[in-house]
T-cell receptor, first 112, second 114 residues
């Protein structure tokens, strides 16, 4: 059973566009929702994270929108650049030292 | 370097052989994790250490997989009687303390079982 469902599987946008990646979860006990970015041949790196007490968080060009009632959260990348081309993973975990569970990933290509 | 270091970066072995994968976490990080990533998939949790002890090994797929962290720093993931289905990138991550902080991942060890 997949605990975090991510979509789309792949995404192509023009430079300057705003790609949006979505994640849905079932476990209402999740209380930490990070996004990780992974380049080919590298390990994932934390991009931005949110907790359910806020509905939105911005860091630079990256924004997480969180909808607790719908059990969904999404990543928006403003003014996307070719250097943003990577695979993005949403994840979730619960308090009390439970492991992060990851979505299957979205491969983003930003074309000039 | 200051990041998580994993060796070997690539390992090719034959079905039935034994392999060890090593992880050297960031100095001072007490929590260490092993994940497995198959092609086109997200990282899949295997085991988590807090200090020297395995706090959660619920992700280990079967008893052919074992991991140790004897001195609370370097960890070794051990796979016995490897199978072709074990082929994947094995990722190690460390964090300052618990799961709800940032995980710092290494570049992974790519295991290919022929």
């Amino acid at each position: 059973q997949q605990q975090v469902k991510q979509s789309p599987q792949s995404l192509i946008v023009q430079k300057g566009g705003i790609p949006i990646i979505n994640c849905a979860y079932e476990n209402t006990a999740f209380d930490y929702f990070p996004w990780y970015q992974q380049f080919p041949g590298k390990g994932p790196a934390l991009l931005i994270a949110i907790r359910p007490d806020v509905s939105e968080k911005k860091e630079g060009r990256f924004t997480i929108s969180f909808n607790k009632s719908a059990k969904q959260f999404s990543l928006h990348i403003m003014d996307s650049q070719p250097g943003d081309s990577a695979t993005y993973f949403c994840a979730a975990s619960m308090a009390g030292n439970t492991p992060l569970v990851f979505g299957k990933g979205t491969r983003l290509s930003v074309i000039a | 370097g200051a990041g998580v270091s994993q060796t070997p970066s690539n390992k090719v072995t034959e079905k039935g052989k034994y392999v060890e994968l090593r992880c050297d976490p960031i100095s001072g990080h007490t929590a260490l994790y092993w994940y497995r990533q198959s092609l086109g998939q997200g990282p899949e949790f295997l085991i988590y250490f807090q200090g020297t002890g395995a706090a959660d090994d619920s992700g280990l797929p079967n008893d052919r997989f074992f991991a140790v962290r004897p001195e609370g720093s370097v960890s070794t993931l051990k796979i016995q009687r490897t199978e072709r289905g074990d082929s994947a990138v094995y990722l190690c991550a460390s964090s300052l303390n618990s799961h709800t902080g940032e995980l710092f991942f290494g570049e992974g060890s790519r295991l290919t079982v022929l």
